[in-house]
């Protein structure tokens, strides 16, 4: 038998990490660690208000989005993070009644922020609800799901980057073009996560087309060569920060060919993304 991630782990540590991707404060952290990464690179400084409000806003859109109901989250398995805000509602609502507290409180001390949030939400809710025209949601719609998240968590990113506009077009295109591809690994290894679910509700993705075996073996080779993309665009200083999360990527795919990927492990992997960035920061800062 295959051992689960929380059977090496110790129990405090893998419920934590379990209830850090359920919550989707593993998956926020990811997702928003981009941001001061692209601030610092491009403007040369981070704005800490900026990147709060980032982090508190893309962590009640992931929450929002478990706690919707909808056909591939049917299933009750263990990974799965709609089942799990069915089982716990009332304080899933109450942490999404506290995010969106301390985001107002933070949009009442600096009003600038409402442009950013503005602009987030727009482009965020194209993919919680049905797309106009189509009359589908973006999931529904055949392999396009990873490559949207990928786009508007590099729209977000822009909208709360201040400074953006100032810094060299080149360099801008040349980091969002990688942070593109980072996320797009990311939420493209999530598919094998929910193929069954995903099965069931008739979606078409990425992960479904070869075996899972191969999608991982790609994965790792995917993440070899936008480390070396990484260093020869942004150069040794930035780029070394690319190459430690595409190594850890690697190592993740690796991992899972072996391993169940189950709640755990999606919050150690997302958490992984999130921490190696800090770290990076304070690299670059010193």
């Not at 001061?36 to 704005?47: K, M």
């Not at 009640?60 to 478990?66: A, E, G």
């Not at 020869?232 to 595409?246: D, I, M, S």
């Amino acid at each position: 038998m295959r051992a689960t991630m929380p059977a090496r782990l110790s129990a405090p540590l893998a419920a934590a990490l379990r209830v850090g991707f359920h919550s989707g404060l593993a998956s926020a952290l990811f997702v928003a660690g981009f941001q001061p990464y692209a601030s610092l690179v491009l403007t040369g400084g981070i704005d800490p208000v900026a990147s709060s409000s980032m982090l508190l806003f893309v962590w009640m859109m992931y929450l929002l989005d478990r706690l919707k109901t909808n056909p591939e989250d049917a299933h009750d398995a263990e990974a799965n993070a709609a089942a799990f805000t069915r089982r716990h509602r009332v304080g899933c609502w109450t942490l999404f009644a506290a995010l969106a507290t301390a985001e107002v409180v933070l949009v009442i001390e600096h009003p600038r922020l409402l442009r950013a949030i503005g602009l987030s939400l727009a482009v965020s809710v194209l993919y919680l609800v049905r797309l106009p025209l189509l009359g589908r949601r973006v999931k529904e719609i055949p392999y396009l799901k990873c490559f949207f998240l990928s786009a508007i968590s590099l729209v977000i990113v822009a909208s709360f980057t201040p400074g953006l506009e100032a810094a060299p077009p080149g360099r801008v295109v040349a980091v969002a073009g990688i942070c593109f591809l980072l996320y797009f690994l990311n939420f493209s290894l999530y598919d094998i996560k929910d193929l069954e679910g995903d099965a069931r509700a008739n979606l078409k993705t990425l992960a479904a087309l070869v075996p899972v075996p191969i999608f991982l073996r790609a994965h790792r080779l995917l993440s070899l060569l936008v480390l070396l993309l990484g260093l020869v665009v942004l150069g040794q200083g930035p780029g070394r920060e690319v190459a430690a999360v595409c190594l850890f990527h690697a190592g993740a795919s690796w991992w899972l060919e072996r391993h169940p990927f189950d709640a755990a492990a999606c919050g150690a992997i997302d958490a992984g993304y999130g921490l190696i960035l800090g770290a990076s920061l304070l690299r670059l800062v010193a």
